[in-house]
């Protein structure tokens, strides 16, 4: 559904838009260029944490794009004043296909997922167990969330009905990531290193509790182009804090892993 904007709130959702954009395409080389500082047992988990921002940065082009092309200022007539009012935009005809947040989400949340696995001291049977289910009910998780996300005016009761069937495999995700994970933690050799996967977990299940709560928006008073706008920049926010802010705690754990291997291979 598609709702008029004024020029300050078309801006608002364009630059945070294009802020998210360039947060994402900064992290991903970032974390790539820093590969050759990570021991080989830990680039698998590096590697994945530059896809995931790699894969939202493609996506954010997608959504940006499709921003702007949803709407169009009008032109500026010959003979008008050098100095005129900023006009509201107008609708194009073209929809804004907010589909691309889902479908990033559900390449991206798994692989969110799975990194963290990839750090933990796990057996490559367990590593492969765990990835399998949280990648399994993260996915589940997106594909029942997208059909409520799409209403915005009227039938709230089925907006809700969509997030509460996509909150029962969020909340194993945060079982495991809280107390699943916490056995493969607790036998980490190195306190630092299970301090900083155990603030990992707390950081990914803090930053993924605000995906549920701009789900809401909607049904808490936002309406019109107000929802519109709510939702994209709640959105924007979540996914640079877990995207590119987890990802950046997934790189000094890796950083920390290495250096610890490193200096026991060299008998330090």
């Not at 801006?11 to 260029?33: E, G, I, P």
């Not at 894969?55 to 004043?81: K, L, M, Q």
């Not at 959105?235 to 000094?252: A, M, T």
Request: aromatic share 14%; net charge negative; with cysteine.
């Amino acid at each position: 559904m598609m709702f008029k904007m004024s020029a300050g709130e078309f801006d608002l959702v364009y630059n945070s838009l294009s802020f998210t954009l360039a947060s994402m395409m900064a992290s991903t080389l970032f974390f790539w260029l820093r590969l050759s500082s990570v021991h080989e047992k830990y680039k698998t988990a590096m590697t994945v944490t530059g896809l995931v921002t790699f894969i939202a940065a493609y996506h954010y082009i997608r959504i940006f794009n499709s921003w702007v092309d949803a709407y169009e200022f009008p032109a500026v007539t010959e003979g008008a004043a050098d100095s005129i009012a900023i006009q509201d935009p107008t609708l194009t005809g073209k929809p804004f296909n907010d589909a691309y947040r889902y479908m990033d989400w559900l390449l991206t949340v798994p692989l969110l997922l799975i990194e963290i696995i990839f750090c933990c001291n796990l057996s490559p049977d367990e590593t492969t167990k765990k990835a399998w289910a949280l990648g399994a009910s993260s996915g589940l998780m997106i594909i029942l969330g997208y059909p409520g996300e799409m209403i915005i005016e009227g039938a709230m009761g089925v907006r809700f009905m969509f997030w509460a069937a996509a909150m029962v495999p969020f909340l194993y995700v945060v079982y495991t990531l809280l107390v699943g994970l916490k056995e493969a933690i607790a036998s980490e050799g190195n306190p630092k290193v299970a301090a900083m996967l155990t603030q990992t977990c707390y950081a990914t299940v803090i930053s993924w509790c605000t995906y549920p709560v701009v789900y809401l928006f909607p049904m808490l008073g936002f309406e019109g182009p107000h929802a519109v706008i709510a939702i994209q920049l709640g959105y924007c926010v979540s996914d640079i804090i877990s995207k590119c802010g987890v990802g950046f705690l997934i790189y000094n754990i890796t950083i920390t892993k290495s250096a610890a291997l490193n200096n026991s291979l060299l008998g330090k």
